[in-house]
């Protein structure tokens, strides 16, 4: 009985991938570990090992062929006597991960059935290319650096490796290594390398390959960054942008899933921004770079291959401290940031469907929290959800929840409901993580909820 | 970063040193001749203010003056004092809590050191930092840090800029035999060597963290050798010395600036008072206090040297007197001064953010 090759997964959030290149032709003998392609992913280029032994009796999929879904079979192999003709072979083993019919918010948002409004500081008449959150991230931080000779990027596998989630790409090559660092596993120790050379007059951008490692750090950023500018009467300062994926990736367990949204935000003398859009990561990136503060700049892996429009500006710059309505709507306020937004979009749609029109809020920059916005949109709506992928115990939502009742008391018809991650640790079991994490349908239940419908 | 004159901290300019008014411009390697007599009186004269201006801190702390924590430099005056006079203008200093003296030794202003200890709005961070967290841009003194070892990245990445710039400086990172001990000095040492950045590592080795004493504390107690599996060359230095250290400072100094990377000093010194004020220091004998200072102090050693070179007392008097004067006037600042105006609470928290205009 044949054997067939499937596409691989070759990352936690990996879907789909290029097959750039075939090692083996129709008919040629495979031993187990041969190299028999090369696999593209939006994160690294990879090259697949055969397990199975025999004859390749067919390759599926052609060479060059872009959007091949994880699991597709991409080749069959014959084993030794096996009948190489045998009848077209059935798929043998099921993915570990099948996808399942209901969407997974997660995974592939819902086709939004309206189109999110455009930042109104953007200019009319702007033309808009489309890009990657990935894109737009590497080309605020090339724009910067050509703009000013004190910038730098530092942290793991920036230069040479391209990127742990590719995000520096292309950089060392017109940069070269000087100004593109790469350092050694010790997160505390270049962490406070860079607040030094930013004391110094520097510019650093200090990539932690995930928010979780920067724990490690974490000192650094609070008592060294944060903290310099007030203990030293406003004569020292440490301009120096954090930045790097934070909160829940997907199947990466406890340690690896967090959002340190809230710690963060938690910290006077910090900046702490969390954008959704490729056109908001780019511009408040740029933002942040040139800003004179200490900026926490936290990235979503889930949202670094999702296309958005991106303004074709010579210097797209997104204010910091300003939300942004991402969605008009009359009857209840969503408010949320980052991925939390994918939650958001796909629930108005349904909502939308049951005669509620929902407003939604991307704060893009948590601290400081832009509440008059927030204010401004319950004065219309009366009702507010908050919507995030933090712990609910003095999560964004709290504060968010503690300044409306403060500010528009008189202008609630019902009590403010958070939608969070689950209060526990983030489990590995794909049906548990879907459990933790909070969903569409959750923030569609705390809308009903508030709407009394 | 224009760094922030206060008003209320007029220059003082006995306070601007001979010694810091040569480091004004750069200057070779003086490497590791004796002093001469003028450089005896001058280190003599850092040395004693740096004693006295701590020996009144503590007497302020009593009073009630001076809050929270307070430690207090008194017998390791030689290790900032030697250094800072093989330096030249643009190196950087970066320390931990033990502070006051190395900002004197800088150049700043002892009025405005004084005043920050008292917590008013003529002190270098208007009140705000405290003895523990002070600093000048204008000194190229950067702290003045609270956490234990935290200043050693920090000193490596002043490093790290000087090599970017490409400029001739050097930064020099103190820490004590206890931050010896953190892990991220270990961090900063791989990095440092990694790059080739010129970094003095100084280990002001007083042989108590807090109240652990290095042999209780650490598996190699010999700490100059702790760069080794790591390939920094160190040494160790009679920190109670002001000439030895010099030399050694200035050695360390070409070889940073000669582009090798960083070096390794450890001072071997003491500190005569405890850890901090609240310290009674009941983990060390008084015998051993008392030992250190008569056969060791390294401002008596310089007196010494001087009486025996022909230096009259009166002359040396004369030099007691103008520092004392000094200290007074500092301690008199630091009582008039006003506190920090109310609004300042909510100053210097961050600056105007991009974009906003705000």
């Given at each position: 009985?044949?054997?067939?090759?499937?596409m691989?997964?070759?990352?936690?959030?990996?879907?789909?991938?290029?097959?750039?290149?075939?090692?083996?032709?129709?008919?040629?003998?495979?031993?187990?570990?041969?190299?028999?392609?090369?696999?593209?992913?939006?994160?690294?280029?990879?090259?697949?090992?055969?397990?199975?032994?025999?004859k390749?009796?067919?390759l599926?999929?052609?060479?060059?062929t872009?959007?091949?879904k994880?699991?597709?079979?991409?080749?069959?192999?014959?084993?030794?006597?096996?009948?190489?003709n045998?009848?077209?072979?059935?798929?043998?083993?099921?993915?570990?991960?099948?996808?399942?019919?209901?969407?997974?918010?997660?995974?592939?948002?819902?086709?939004?059935?309206?189109?999110?409004a455009?930042?109104p500081?953007?200019?009319?008449?702007?033309?808009?290319?489309?890009?990657?959150v990935?894109?737009?991230?590497?080309?605020?931080?090339?724009?910067?650096?050509?703009?000013?000779?004190?910038?730098?990027?530092?942290?793991?596998?920036?230069?040479?490796?391209?990127g742990?989630?590719?995000?520096?790409?292309?950089?060392?090559?017109?940069?070269?290594?000087?100004?593109?660092?790469?350092?050694?596993i010790?997160?505390?120790?270049?962490?406070?390398?860079?607040?030094?050379?930013?004391?110094?007059?520097?510019?650093?951008i200090?990539?932690?390959?995930?928010?979780n490692f920067?724990m490690?750090?974490?000192d650094?950023?609070?008592?060294?960054?944060?903290?310099?500018?007030?203990?030293?009467?406003?004569?020292?300062?440490?301009?120096?942008?954090?930045?790097?994926?934070?909160?829940?990736?997907s199947?990466?367990?406890?340690?690896?899933?967090?959002?340190?949204?809230s710690w963060?935000a938690?910290?006077?003398?910090?900046?702490?921004?969390?954008?959704?859009?490729?056109?908001?990561?780019k511009?408040?990136?740029?933002?942040?770079?040139?800003?004179?503060?200490?900026?926490?700049f936290?990235?979503?892996?889930?949202?670094?291959?999702?296309?958005?429009?991106?303004?074709?500006?010579?210097?797209h710059l997104?204010?910091?401290?300003?939300?942004?309505?991402?969605?008009?709507?009359?009857?209840?306020?969503?408010?949320?940031?980052?991925?939390g937004?994918?939650?958001?979009?796909?629930?108005?749609?349904q909502?939308?469907?049951?005669?509620?029109?929902?407003?939604?809020?991307?704060?893009?920059?948590?601290?400081?929290?832009?509440?008059?916005?927030?204010?401004?949109?319950?004065?219309?709506t009366?009702r507010?959800?908050?919507?995030?992928e933090?712990w609910?115990?003095c999560?964004?939502?709290?504060?968010?929840a503690a300044?409306?009742?403060?500010?528009a008391?008189?202008?609630?018809?019902?009590?403010?409901?958070?939608?969070t991650?689950?209060?526990?640790?983030?489990?590995?079991?794909?049906?548990l993580?879907?459990?933790a994490?909070?969903?569409?349908?959750?923030?569609?239940?705390?809308?009903?909820?508030?709407?009394?419908? | 970063?224009a760094?922030?004159?206060?008003?209320?901290?007029?220059?003082?300019?006995?306070?601007?040193?001979?010694?810091?008014?040569?480091?004004?411009?750069?200057?070779?390697?003086?490497?590791g001749?004796?002093?001469?007599?003028?450089?005896?009186k001058?280190?003599?004269?850092?040395?004693?203010?740096?004693?006295?201006?701590?020996?009144?801190?503590?007497?302020?702390?009593?009073?009630?003056?001076i809050?929270?924590?307070?430690?207090?430099?008194?017998?390791?005056?030689?290790?900032?004092?030697?250094l800072?006079?093989?330096?030249?203008?643009?190196?950087?200093?970066?320390?931990?809590?033990?502070?006051?003296?190395?900002?004197?030794a800088?150049?700043?202003?002892?009025?405005?050191?004084?005043?920050?200890?008292?917590?008013?709005?003529?002190?270098?961070?208007?009140?705000?930092?405290?003895?523990m967290?002070?600093?000048?841009?204008?000194?190229?003194?950067?702290?003045?840090?609270?956490?234990?070892?935290?200043?050693?990245?920090?000193?490596?990445?002043?490093?790290?800029?000087?090599?970017?710039?490409?400029n001739?400086?050097?930064?020099?990172?103190?820490f004590?035999?206890?931050?010896?001990?953190?892990?991220?000095?270990?961090?900063?040492?791989?990095?440092?060597?990694?790059?080739?950045?010129?970094v003095?590592?100084?280990?002001?080795?007083?042989?108590?963290?807090?109240?652990?004493?290095?042999?209780?504390?650490?598996a190699?107690?010999?700490?100059?050798?702790?760069?080794?599996?790591?390939?920094?060359?160190g040494e160790?230095?009679?920190?109670?010395?002001?000439?030895?250290?010099?030399a050694?400072?200035?050695?360390?100094?070409?070889?940073?600036?000669?582009?090798?990377?960083?070096?390794?000093?450890?001072?071997?010194?003491?500190r005569?008072?405890?850890?901090?004020?609240?310290?009674?220091?009941?983990?060390?004998?008084?015998?051993?206090?008392?030992?250190?200072?008569?056969?060791?102090?390294?401002?008596?050693?310089?007196?010494?040297?001087?009486?025996?070179?022909?230096?009259?007392?009166?002359?040396l008097?004369?030099?007691?007197?103008?520092?004392?004067?000094?200290?007074?006037?500092?301690?008199?600042?630091?009582q008039?001064?006003?506190?920090?105006?109310?609004?300042?609470?909510?100053?210097?928290?961050?600056?105007?953010?991009t974009?906003?205009?705000?």
């Amino acid at each position: 009985m044949p054997t067939n090759i499937l596409m691989p997964a070759l990352s936690p959030t990996m879907e789909e991938g290029t097959l750039t290149k075939w090692y083996v032709k129709e008919g040629d003998d495979v031993r187990s570990g041969d190299v028999i392609a090369e696999i593209e992913t939006d994160k690294a280029t990879m090259e697949v090992e055969a397990v199975d032994e025999g004859k390749i009796v067919k390759l599926m999929v052609a060479e060059g062929t872009e959007n091949v879904k994880v699991n597709e079979i991409i080749a069959v192999i014959a084993g030794e006597g096996e009948d190489a003709n045998a009848p077209a072979p059935k798929a043998v083993t099921p993915a570990p991960e099948v996808k399942t019919s209901e969407p997974d918010a997660t995974r592939a948002p819902a086709p939004v059935a309206f189109s999110v409004a455009a930042d109104p500081e953007i200019p009319a008449g702007t033309t808009f290319k489309s890009q990657t959150v990935r894109e737009a991230l590497r080309d605020a931080m090339a724009e910067e650096m050509r703009r000013d000779e004190a910038v730098f990027v530092m942290g793991e596998e920036v230069g040479e490796y391209q990127g742990a989630y590719k995000v520096t790409q292309g950089l060392l090559d017109e940069f070269g290594p000087r100004r593109i660092v790469d350092t050694p596993i010790t997160e505390h120790g270049f962490a406070g390398l860079g607040v030094g050379a930013a004391f110094a007059g520097l510019r650093p951008i200090i990539e932690f390959m995930t928010f979780n490692f920067a724990m490690q750090a974490i000192d650094h950023l609070i008592n060294s960054a944060a903290k310099t500018r007030y203990m030293s009467g406003g004569q020292m300062a440490s301009p120096i942008v954090f930045r790097g994926p934070n909160g829940p990736a997907s199947r990466v367990g406890a340690q690896h899933s967090q959002d340190y949204a809230s710690w963060y935000a938690h910290i006077p003398g910090l900046i702490v921004i969390a954008p959704y859009s490729a056109a908001d990561a780019k511009g408040l990136l740029k933002a942040a770079i040139r800003d004179p503060n200490p900026v926490i700049f936290l990235e979503n892996e889930m949202l670094y291959g999702k296309t958005f429009d991106v303004p074709e500006l010579d210097d797209h710059l997104v204010p910091i401290g300003k939300a942004h309505v991402l969605k008009e709507g009359r009857d209840v306020t969503l408010v949320s940031h980052s991925h939390g937004l994918t939650y958001c979009l796909d629930a108005a749609a349904q909502l939308a469907e049951e005669g509620i029109d929902a407003e939604i809020i991307d704060l893009r920059t948590l601290r400081p929290l832009d509440i008059d916005t927030i204010v401004a949109s319950v004065k219309k709506t009366n009702r507010l959800v908050t919507v995030e992928e933090t712990w609910p115990v003095c999560g964004i939502g709290a504060e968010i929840a503690a300044a409306v009742q403060a500010k528009a008391f008189d202008y609630l018809d019902a009590p403010i409901l958070r939608v969070t991650q689950k209060d526990v640790p983030m489990p590995y079991a794909a049906n548990l993580e879907k459990l933790a994490l909070p969903s569409a349908a959750d923030v569609v239940e705390a809308v009903k909820a508030v709407c009394y419908r | 970063m224009a760094p922030k004159s206060s008003p209320q901290k007029p220059a003082s300019k006995s306070a601007d040193t001979k010694a810091a008014a040569k480091r004004k411009s750069a200057k070779p390697d003086i490497s590791g001749s004796p002093f001469t007599l003028e450089e005896d009186k001058e280190a003599y004269r850092e040395m004693l203010l740096i004693r006295r201006f701590e020996e009144k801190a503590g007497q302020m702390y009593g009073m009630g003056l001076i809050g929270g924590f307070c430690h207090l430099y008194i017998g390791q005056e030689a290790v900032i004092v030697g250094l800072m006079g093989a330096a030249i203008k643009g190196d950087q200093i970066i320390t931990g809590y033990r502070d006051h003296g190395h900002m004197i030794a800088c150049g700043m202003d002892p009025k405005g050191v004084m005043a920050e200890l008292t917590g008013r709005a003529g002190g270098y961070s208007k009140g705000k930092g405290g003895s523990m967290h002070m600093f000048s841009a204008e000194k190229n003194f950067y702290g003045g840090h609270g956490i234990v070892g935290a200043q050693v990245p920090l000193g490596t990445g002043l490093g790290f800029a000087n090599k970017y710039r490409g400029n001739n400086n050097v930064a020099m990172t103190f820490f004590g035999d206890g931050a010896a001990n953190q892990g991220q000095v270990y961090e900063s040492f791989n990095m440092a060597e990694l790059w080739s950045l010129p970094v003095i590592f100084v280990i002001e080795n007083n042989q108590y963290a807090m109240g652990t004493s290095v042999a209780r504390a650490s598996a190699q107690t010999n700490l100059s050798k702790r760069g080794v599996s790591f390939n920094i060359p160190g040494e160790q230095v009679d920190g109670m010395d002001v000439c030895a250290v010099r030399a050694a400072g200035a050695k360390a100094m070409t070889w940073c600036r000669a582009g090798k990377g960083p070096y390794i000093l450890e001072m071997m010194t003491y500190r005569y008072r405890g850890h901090s004020m609240s310290d009674p220091a009941k983990y060390r004998a008084k015998e051993e206090v008392a030992k250190m200072r008569q056969e060791h102090d390294p401002i008596e050693q310089v007196r010494v040297r001087l009486l025996d070179a022909g230096v009259s007392e009166d002359v040396l008097k004369d030099i007691d007197k103008d520092i004392r004067a000094i200290v007074a006037d500092a301690a008199a600042f630091a009582q008039s001064s006003p506190e920090p105006d109310p609004s300042e609470l909510w100053t210097d928290i961050v600056a105007p953010l991009t974009g906003t205009g705000a």
